[in-house]
């Protein structure tokens, strides 16, 4: 599925090929809560970072989190890359060079039709802020941390895949 997204200010827009367009990882953790949150969370989609194509590329800026010690001094960079507009601060995708061929571009930033999830897999929830909460129901599946089943799995599973 082509998916085309923006920042908010649209002067970034981009394009990408997803076989795994259904938005259902809905993630908690404080990287994704204070980056790119809305009620609390991010949302991440997988495509093939070779068709990326990107306009006004030179106002975009990256940000690589670190984690904290248990002192709660930063301690680890991530390698990974979370772009994001240097005009608006809207956070667009994430780039890890652990996973060269995939980008996760982030739901929000998608303006693209993208299809309803069958099911939802909420993680990180053991990182949320306590005031959000996690409307789970049916077969969504909640986890403290990150779930074994990767992205391109559970759509599999589901016979999802585009």
Known sequence: MQL?????????????????PYP???CFCSICRKTAG???????LSADANTLVVQGEDHLGIYQARSKSSLGQPDDVSPAQR???RQCGS???VWDPRWPDLVHPH??????????????TYLMVGSKAAWV??????????????PTE???????RLGLTS
């Open 83 to 85: 772009k994001f507009c």
């Open 4 to 20: 085309e997204g923006s920042c908010h200010c649209q002067s970034v827009r981009f394009s990408v090929q997803s076989i795994h």
């Open 91 to 93: 956070h667009l995708w």
């Open 24 to 26: 259902f990882n809905i």
């Open 38 to 44: 809305s009620g609390g969370f991010a949302i991440n």
């Open 107 to 120: 739901a929000g930033a998608i303006d693209t039709e993208l299809p309803i999830p069958p099911e939802y």
């Open 133 to 146: 909460p996690v409307p789970a129901s049916g077969t969504d599946q909640v986890f403290d941390e990150y």
């Open 150 to 156: 990767s992205i391109a799995e559970w759509h599999q």
